[in-house]
C-alpha cells in the first residue's frame, strides 16, 4: 500500500528536479510533467474497479501517535474522485501550459510550484488525518500565493495575492483550531474514528464552535461569502493556474473537506441551517455579480463563485439526492470551467484582450476553439446534450426535494440558473457569435496543445451527458457511498421523462434568453445596471479589506514611531528614568530601614580624597575645555586607586591605575584629531538632564547605604581563604581566585581585551574608507 | 561619605550620558563603570589595612578584607577599559566618517546620506 505515499513524494522530487533538467529537454518541461501526471492518472484509474466495489486502501505511518498525529493515507470513492480531477485536469493543464507560459521568463520556477501544488492537492485529498490534511491544506493556500504572484512585476497581481493569501491563511488558522477543539471531544484526528464516533462528537459541547471553525476555513478556502472576493482578483494569476487551482482543484479543497466531514459532523439542525444558508447566498452573490461582468476571466471567476455555492448547498441540504448532484456537479464544473478558462487564456494571448466588448465573431478566426468554448457553455447554461443538462436537472431534483426551507432555496436556485444561463449565452453571443471586430489570423499547428486540454475535457463532458451511466455506477456512487455513509443507488440518464423538473428547465431557459436577449440587444442596460450595483452595494470588499490592513500597518507604523524615534539620547533618558522611578518605588516601600552606619568624616584623609574626587568630577562636567575633562575623569580614577587601597585592595588599586593610565593616554591620542566640545544643548534640556541625573544618583547613594547594610556572608569567600594557600599555593586570595579557582573566567576575560584589541587596531589603522 | 561619592560619580555620569556629545557620552561610560565598581566594592563592607593575604599560618581570615568581591571588581575594572578603549577607537573612526560629534546626527541611516 506504498503506491500512494510515494505518488505524492514522487511529485516533489519531480518538482524540484525540474531546475537541474539537462538543457535540452528544458523546454518541454511541461510535456514531460504531463506524462507523470498521466502516469499517475492511470494509477487511479486503475483503482476504480476496486473503489467502486465500496472497497478502500488506507496506508498508516505512525509519525507521533503520542499526540494522535499519523500518516493516513485514504484512498475511497472520495478520495478516488478527486485524484482522478486533479491528476487527469492536471495533464491537461499541463499540456496548456507547456504552450501558454512558451513566451514569459523563469518558466522553471511556475513549473516547480504549479507541480508542488499537484502534488499538495494530491496530498490533501488522499489525507485520511485531519492534522496532516492541514499542512498539505496551507501548502497550497502558500503555493496559491506564489502562482498568483507569478507576474510579481504587477501591482495587481501582488495584492491579489496577498489578499488570497490572508483571507485563505485565517481560514486555515480556523481550521486548525476547529479540527483540533473537535478532535479533543473524540481524542483522535483520524477521519475514521471522527466517522465511528459521530453521535460521541454531536453531543459534545465542543461540536456547535467546532463546527463554526471547520466552516470559516472551508469557506474562506472555497471562497464562499462574505469571503468570495479573494477569488476574483485572483484572476490575476497566469491562465493554467486559474483553470486548474481556481476552478478545478483548489477551491474544491474546501468542498473536499466538507463532503469527507459530512458522516461526520453532518446531518444536525446546525450542519443543515448553516451550510446550506451561506451556500444559497453564495450562489445567489457569484451569478448576479456574473451578469455585470465584461472581463471574461471576471466572469468566469463569478460563475465559479455561483457554483462553488450550489456545491456547499447542496452537501449542506443532506439527503442522498443532493449529495449525488453534489458529486456530478463537482465533476460537471470541473470539466466546463476548466476548459472556458484555458480558453480564456488563449483568446488574451491571441487577441491581446479579456473584454469581452472589445471581441465578437471569433468563430471566424478561431473556429475549432469556439467549438469547444460553445460545447462547455452549454454545459455551463445547462443544455442538453451536455453533462450540465444531466447535473442541472438533478440539483433542480435535490432542491425540489430539500426538507426544511426548501421552497426558498428552490426559489434561489431558479434565479441562480436563469442568470448563469444569461451570462453564458452572454458569453456565447458577444465573444464568439456576432460580428468579428477584427480577424486574427493564427496558424493552426501550434495551437495544437492549447486546444487539446479543453476539447478532452469537453468531449468527456459530452460522451458522459449522452451516456452517463457507467460513469455515474463506477465513479460517482462510491464517493456519493462515503459522503452519505450509506449505501446509494445511482443511476443517471439523459432524458428523464417530461416531469416537474423538467418544466423548470424550460422556465429557466426561456426567462435567461429573454434576459441574454436584452443584455445583448442593449448596451445600456448593461452600464446601467452595473451604476445601480455599485450604488446598492456601495461596501466594495476588496477595498474594505485592503483599507483594513492599510489602517492597521498605518497604527503599528504610528506606534513604532513614538516608540523608536531615532534619539539616542532620549532612549537612554527613558531607561534611567525608568530604573530611577523603580528605584524610588523600591525604596519608597522599604523605607523602616534603619542605618546603622553613623555619618562620620573618619578617616579624615579618606573623606579629603573623596571631597578631591567629588570636586574633580563636577569639574570634570562643566568644563569647557576638552583636555580638562579627561584630565579630572583622569583625577576621579586614581582616587578610586587611593580608596581601593586604603580598604585592603592593593590588586585592585594597581589595576586601576594601569586602566586609568591607558583610558587617559587613550583619550589624548585620539582628542587630537576630535573637534572641540560645541554647545549642543539648550539650557532647559541641561536643567531637565541634571534633575534626573540628581534623582537617580540621590537613589543610588540610598541603595549603597543599604548595601552597606545588608550582610553578605558569603561561605565562598570563607572557602577561597581557607584553601588558597593549602591548595593552590598562592597568598594573594585575590590572585588565586583570579587565576586558578576562577581561571576560566579570567580566560574569557583576556579574550574580550583581545577581540577590544584587534577591534581597536582595526578601527584605527584600516584605510580611511570613501566618505 | 563613600555612599554619596557613589551617588555623585552616578549623577555626573548621567549627566554626561545624555550630552549630545559623543566624547562626554564616553565619559559618561567611564563615570558609570567607577562608580558600580565602587558599589560592589563598598557593598561586601569596608576592611582597613588587612589585604587578604594568607600563608599557612594564618588562621583567623575572618577579619581579613573579603577577597570575592575584590576579584569581582578587577575583572569589572579590566572589561571597563577595553570597553572604553573600543568605544573610543569607535567614535574616532565615526567621527572620520561622518565629521561630526553630535549624537542627535547618528538618527540617519546610510540611506538617507
Known amino acids: 500500500m506504498l503506491p500512494m505515499l510515494n505518488l505524492v513524494i514522487l511529485y516533489f522530487l519531480f518538482a524540484l528536479s525540474i531546475f537541474i533538467l539537462p538543457k535540452a529537454i528544458k523546454s518541454q518541461k511541461g510535456i514531460l510533467i504531463a506524462f507523470l501526471q498521466m502516469a499517475a492518472f492511470v494509477w487511479f484509474v486503475f483503482k476504480v474497479p476496486l473503489v467502486s466495489a465500496n472497497n478502500s486502501e488506507l496506508l498508516f505511518l505512525k509519525w507521533i501517535p503520542e499526540l494522535g498525529l499519523n500518516f493516513e493515507f485514504l484512498l475511497d470513492g472520495l478520495s478516488l474522485a478527486f485524484a482522478l480531477l486533479v491528476t487527469g485536469v492536471g495533464v491537461l493543464v499541463f499540456l496548456y501550459a507547456h504552450s501558454y507560459m512558451k513566451s514569459y521568463d523563469n518558466t522553471a520556477k511556475f513549473f516547480f510550484f504549479l507541480l508542488l501544488f499537484s502534488g499538495a492537492m494530491l496530498g490533501l485529498v488522499l489525507s485520511a488525518n485531519l492534522i496532516q490534511l492541514f499542512i498539505f491544506w496551507e501548502l497550497t493556500t502558500v503555493l496559491s500565493f506564489f502562482l498568483i504572484s507569478f507576474f510579481n512585476e504587477k501591482e495587481l497581481a501582488r495584492k491579489a495575492a496577498f489578499q488570497s493569501l490572508v483571507i485563505t491563511f485565517l481560514g486555515g488558522l480556523s481550521l486548525l483550531a476547529g479540527i483540533i477543539v473537535i478532535g479533543s471531544a473524540v481524542d483522535s484526528y483520524s477521519i475514521n474514528d471522527w466517522v465511528a464516533g459521530a453521535d460521541k462528537i454531536k453531543s459534545s459541547s465542543s461540536y456547535v464552535p467546532g463546527l463554526i471553525l471547520i466552516l470559516i476555513g472551508v469557506f474562506t478556502k472555497s471562497a464562499q461569502f462574505p469571503f468570495h472576493f479573494w477569488l476574483p482578483g485572483a484572476m490575476q494569476a497566469p491562465a493554467p493556474v486559474s483553470a486548474y487551482l481556481h476552478s478545478a482543484t483548489m477551491v474544491k479543497a474546501g468542498v473536499f473537506l466538507l463532503a469527507r466531514l459530512s458522516p461526520a459532523l453532518g446531518g444536525t439542525d446546525e450542519w443543515t441551517f448553516i451550510v446550506p444558508l451561506f451556500g444559497v447566498i453564495t450562489m445567489l452573490v457569484g451569478s448576479y455579480f456574473a451578469i455585470t461582468q465584461t472581463d471574461l476571466k471576471a466572469i468566469l471567476a463569478y460563475t465559479t463563485i455561483n457554483a462553488l455555492g450550489v456545491l456547499v448547498l447542496l452537501l449542506g441540504i443532506d439527503t442522498n439526492l443532493s449529495i449525488k448532484a453534489a458529486v456530478l456537479f463537482l465533476f460537471i464544473h470541473a470539466f466546463y470551467k476548466a476548459s472556458l478558462f484555458m480558453i480564456a487564456g488563449f483568446i488574451e494571448k491571441k487577441t491581446g484582450t479579456r473584454e469581452i466588448n472589445e471581441l465578437g465573431g471569433l468563430i471566424k478566426s478561431f473556429p475549432i476553439t469556439s467549438a469547444i468554448a460553445l460545447l462547455a457553455l452549454l454545459s455551463m447554461a445547462g443544455l442538453p446534450p451536455m453533462l450540465g443538462f444531466l447535473g442541472k436537472e438533478l440539483i433542480y431534483e435535490a432542491k425540489v426535494q430539500s426538507p426544511g426551507f426548501g421552497s426558498m432555496i428552490f426559489i434561489f436556485g431558479f434565479i441562480s440558473n436563469v442568470l448563469m444561463f444569461a451570462v453564458s449565452m452572454k458569453v456565447l453571443f458577444k465573444v464568439f457569435l456576432g460580428k468579428a471586430k477584427k480577424t486574427y489570423t493564427v496558424s493552426r499547428f501550434k495551437n495544437t496543445f492549447f486546444v487539446i486540454g479543453p476539447a478532452i475535457l469537453v468531449l468527456i463532458s459530452l460522451v458522459i451527458g449522452i451516456a452517463p451511466n457507467l460513469f455515474g455506477k463506477w465513479i460517482i456512487e462510491p464517493a456519493t457511498n462515503v459522503i452519505y455513509a450509506s449505501p446509494v443507488n445511482v443511476e443517471l440518464a439523459l432524458w428523464h421523462g417530461f416531469n416537474q423538473v423538467l418544466l423548470l428547465s424550460i422556465a429557466t431557459v426561456v426567462l435567461g434568453s429573454m434576459l441574454s436577449y436584452i443584455l445583448i440587444k442593449y448596451n445600456r442596460v448593461e452600464v446601467l445596471w452595473q451604476k445601480f450595483n455599485t450604488t446598492v452595494f456601495p461596501v466594495n470588499l476588496p477595498e474594505l479589506f485592503t483599507k483594513t490592513i492599510e489602517s492597521f500597518v498605518a497604527f503599528s507604523v504610528s506606534k513604532t514611531k513614538i516608540l523608536q524615534h531615532g534619539y539616542h539620547r532620549y532612549y537612554i533618558l527613558s531607561i534611567i528614568v525608568f530604573t530611577a522611578v523603580l528605584l524610588w518605588v523600591q525604596l519608597f516601600v522599604t523605607k523602616g530601614w534603619q542605618f546603622e552606619i553613623p555619618f562620620t568624616f573618619k578617616p579624615f584623609y579618606i573623606s579629603g580624597l573623596v571631597f578631591i574626587i567629588m570636586l574633580a568630577t563636577l569639574f570634570s562636567v562643566i568644563t569647557r575645555s576638552r583636555i580638562a575633562a579627561i584630565l579630572s575623569m583622569g583625577v576621579t580614577g586614581y582616587g578610586m586607586a587611593l580608596i581601593f587601597l586604603y580598604y585592603s585592595a592593593v590588586d585592585l588599586a594597581i589595576t586601576q591605575i594601569l586602566s586609568e593610565t591607558l583610558i587617559v593616554v587613550m583619550f589624548m591620542l585620539i582628542l587630537q584629531r576630535l573637534p572641540t566640545f560645541t554647545k549642543l544643548s539648550s539650557k532647559a534640556t541641561k536643567i531637565r538632564d541634571l534633575i534626573v541625573s540628581i534623582i537617580f544618583g540621590t537613589a543610588m547613594t540610598l541603595v549603597t547605604l543599604k548595601a552597606i547594610n545588608v550582610n553578605l556572608s558569603s561561605p565562598i569567600s570563607e572557602f577561597f581563604m581557607q584553601n588558597s594557600f593549602q591548595k593552590a599555593f598562592g597568598e594573594n586570595v585575590v590572585n588565586v581566585i583570579l587565576v586558578d579557582f576562577r581561571a576560566l573566567d579570567t580566560l574569557g576575560e583576556a579574550t574580550v581585551l583581545v577581540i577590544a584589541a584587534v577591534g581597536v587596531s582595526v578601527l584605527l589603522f584600516s584605510k580611511k574608507s570613501k566618505s | ?113
Open chain 2, 1 to 113: 561619605m563613600l555612599s554619596i561619592l557613589v551617588g555623585v560619580l552616578y549623577t555626573a555620569g548621567v549627566y554626561m550620558l545624555l550630552r549630545r556629545s559623543i566624547l562626554k557620552f564616553i565619559i559618561g561610560i567611564i563615570f558609570m563603570s567607577n562608580a558600580t565598581n565602587l558599589l560592589v566594592f563598598i557593598s561586601a563592607g569596608l576592611v582597613a589595612g588587612k589585604p587578604a593575604f594568607v600563608n599557612g599560618a594564618t588562621t583567623n581570615v575572618s577579619q581579613l578584607a573579603d577577597p570575592m568581591p575584590q576579584a569581582l571588581v578587577l575583572t569589572a575594572i579590566v572589561i571597563g577599559l577595553g570597553m572604553a578603549v573600543f568605544i573610543l577607537a569607535l567614535k574616532y573612526k565615526y567621527f572620520e566618517v561622518t565629521g561630526t560629534d553630535d549624537l542627535d546626527q547618528l538618527k540617519q541611516t546610510d540611506s538617507q546620506k
